[in-house]
């Protein structure tokens, strides 16, 4: 998925669009709950912190908004609130 989006990224540039990837890691969700992701999979996680959907919501906002027209995101380690 990087590689496809960095692909597109160079092809489409000269046209000053952007391209972003999401790829948030374990996020608490109904479904994670029910498979019992949430629990057994806290300790491995950084900072025994679970991504919120709020966490995702807020980085695709900004993604999808006018102020990162001028910054670059290379990438980001998942379930890492920002």
Do not use: C, Y
Not at 40 to 47: F, G, H, I, Q, S
Request: hydrophobic share 50%; no cysteine; proline share 9%.
């Amino acid at each position: 998925m990087i590689g496809l989006t960095k692909a597109l990224a160079r092809e489409v540039a000269s046209a000053h669009i952007n391209v972003n990837a999401v790829a948030p890691g374990l996020i608490d969700t109904a479904m994670t709950r029910a498979r019992g992701s949430v629990v057994k999979l806290r300790p491995t996680v950084p900072w025994h912190r679970i991504g919120q959907p709020e966490d995702v919501a807020e980085l695709i906002a900004f993604l999808v908004s006018p102020a990162p027209s001028l910054s670059q995101v290379r990438s980001s380690a998942p379930t890492v609130a920002l």
